[in-house]
C-alpha cells in the first residue's frame, strides 16, 4: 500500500464528525436508550463507522509507513503504540473495539444495549483522543 496522509486525514475528520453525531446522545438513561429503537440504530452505525475509521487509518499507517500487515482490526489498533502513533494507554483503551464493530456487524441479535450505551456514555474521549494522537504523529512525521 502506498502510504498517504491525507488518507488518514480523511478518516480523522470523518471520525471527529462520527464523533460529534454520537455525542449528540450522551445523557439519556439507559431505560431511555433501551425503548428508543431508532436512537439504538443511530448509535451503533455511528460506532460501526467510528471503529471502521479507526482501523482503516490504523492499517494504512502500518502497512504504508511500517510495511506491517496487522492480523485484523485489533492488531492493527495494538500495534501503533510501539510504532510510536499512539501511547500505550490509548491502545489499551481502545483494546475491544474491533470485537465491539463485529458484534455490531455479526452478532447484531445478541447486542447488549446496555453495553452500548455504556460505550456512548464513557469512551467517546478515547476515540478524540485516538484523532488528537493520530495527528500529532502526522505533524511530526517528516516523510509526509
Known sequence: ????????????????????????????????????????????????????????????????????????????IRRLAPAGVISNELAEALSGMGGFRNILVHAYLRIDPAKVHHYLENDLDHLQDFVAEVARWLSRDTTV
Open 1 to 76: 500500500m502506498v502510504y498517504k496522509a491525507e488518507s488518514i486525514r480523511e478518516r480523522l475528520k470523518l471520525l471527529e464528525e462520527v464523533i460529534s453525531r454520537l455525542a449528540r446522545h450522551r445523557g439519556r438513561t439507559l431505560e431511555e436508550y433501551s425503548h428508543d429503537q431508532d436512537l439504538q440504530w443511530i448509535v451503533e452505525r455511528g460506532f460501526i463507522l467510528a471503529a471502521e475509521c479507526v482501523a482503516d487509518a490504523a492499517a494504512h499507517i502500518l502497512s504504508g509507513k511500517f510495511k506491517i500487515q496487522p492480523a485484523d482490526q485489533e492488531d492493527a
